[in-house]
């Protein structure tokens, strides 16, 4: 097993009589790609929230590279965790390279180097930052809105990648594109990734390890293929949508 | 003695006149976003004190101004015969529609963004700054615009209690019965609310991401 990176230790989130999560034990290895599936309201944001700190466990503790969120500086926290979410995540004022350096500079980067990173980023992303460089996100189709999204998150080269159905906007073509590329790109820089979907398919398609989530609860853990052959009926119901 | 000549024969006094009124509507202005603002953004953290506060400056622009003018002269401190008396009234009018402008504007910032925004580790300041104020700015800025319209209008009237401005032709031109007296404020004062109006608009749209 990787060291590990996240830890969720019997982590609840909610009212005692109303938990919108857990309690939820799992690990989260370096290099690992964990999809969390479910439907709406089955706690897979709220789980994820409570990776970057946006939610604080209401029972027990969430670590992340062993040390509780509780006790993490959450913007310390954060500026090391990539965060993407669906298109809306882009903030509408700003043009893609000062999205995507955004967080670089918040960092304090000089601007020599933000400037180097967004354009090496927005390649690596397929878009040329000469053509979509200084677009505002609305001047952007929904695939590119995500490319860029991702190229944010990547930008100050954090281990973490949190991800929250990123590509749930976009029609089912670029969407799938999106998917191969992103799982290429995740394992070539060996980031940690928490993934987001309610699209079976989608998490086939990236996860190292999938975890579905009903109604607040992990009902399974395992690798892809311990998904595909796992007889809990709640794991088939979802199967058979793919 | 027409109006034109009117206005040429005293057009030292005219233009004094004139650079007094920006100065009774800059500064007032400039305090009413001063407090307005912070205001706002205090109303979006504190919903609680939502009422109170615009409860407060929605009353302030109920009460007539001659009348307001009157009850501020008595009071210690901000109050006695002056610009600065003028000034004080100025800025309570001027708060309303800034606080509210920067409370709807603030709100009206898609959620998600700020999520985004704060997930990827910014403070609490920068979200303020960089994302809330930003994309808040065009609505904030159109509520300034009113209270500075609304500043050069009712400064006319500051003239009643010793303020001076173009108000000061006004009540002069009202007491001799004279129309071109009366215009020689009147006509300046409109020309600058028009003036403070587009520029301001044109700002706001520099301001605007959607451009």
């Known amino acids: 097993m990787p060291d590990p990176v996240i830890q969720f230790r019997d982590a609840a989130y909610g009212l005692s009589d109303r938990l919108l999560l857990g309690p939820v034990s799992l690990t989260v290895g370096a290099g690992e790609r964990l999809v969390l599936l479910g439907k709406s309201g089955a706690g897979k944001t709220t789980a994820l929230r409570l990776i970057n700190a946006l939610l604080l466990p209401s029972g027990g503790e969430v670590l992340v590279s062993g040390k509780s969120t509780r006790e993490w500086d959450a913007v310390r926290l954060r500026r090391g965790i990539g965060y993407v979410i669906q298109e809306v995540g882009l903030l509408p004022h700003l043009s893609v390279e000062r999205n995507v350096g955004l967080v670089p500079r918040l960092e304090r980067w000089p601007a020599r180097r933000v400037r180097q990173r967004v354009g090496e980023l927005l390649e690596l992303v397929g878009l040329p930052p000469a053509e979509f460089g200084s677009r505002l996100p609305h001047q952007l189709s929904g695939g590119q809105r995500q490319r860029v999204g991702v190229a944010r998150a990547l930008a100050a080269d954090p281990p973490i990648l949190l991800c929250d159905e990123p590509f749930g906007a976009v029609d089912p073509i670029v969407r799938q594109q999106l998917q191969i590329e992103f799982r290429s790109l995740a394992e070539r820089l060996g980031k940690t990734v928490v993934f987001v979907t309610h699209d079976v398919r989608e998490a086939l398609t990236l996860a190292s390890r999938i975890g579905l989530l009903d109604q607040g609860r992990l009902v399974f853990l395992g690798t892809t293929g311990e998904f595909n052959a796992a007889t809990d009926p709640r794991v088939a119901a979802f199967r058979s949508l793919s | ?211």
């Open chain 2, 1 to 211: 003695m027409s109006f034109l000549q009117y206005l040429i024969a005293n057009q030292d006094e005219v233009l004094a006149r004139t650079v007094e009124h920006l100065w009774l509507v800059a500064i007032s202005s400039g305090l009413a976003v001063l407090v307005g603002v912070p205001a706002g953004v205090l109303l979006t953290r504190r919903p609680g004190l939502r009422t109170p506060i615009l409860g407060f400056a929605n009353v302030v622009q109920t009460i007539p101004s001659l009348a307001l003018f009157g009850f501020l002269i008595p009071l210690p401190f901000i109050g006695g015969i002056g610009a600065r008396t003028a000034i004080v009234a100025l800025v309570l009018y001027g708060l309303l529609p800034i606080i509210r402008n920067t409370y709807t504007g603030i709100v009206a910032v898609d959620p998600a963004v700020r999520e985004a925004a704060r997930g990827m580790g910014m403070t609490d300041a920068q979200v303020l700054w960089i994302v809330e104020l930003r994309l808040a700015a065009p609505v904030i800025l159109a509520g300034v615009r009113i209270a500075v319209v609304l500043a050069v209008g009712i400064g006319t009237i500051a003239a009643a209690i010793g303020g001076g401005g173009l108000g000061e032709f006004i009540f002069r031109g009202v007491a001799m019965v004279s129309t071109p007296v009366i215009l020689a404020g009147a006509v300046p004062a409109a020309l600058l609310a028009l003036t403070a109006d587009g520029g301001l608009h044109l700002l706001e749209r520099v301001l605007d991401w959607r451009r």
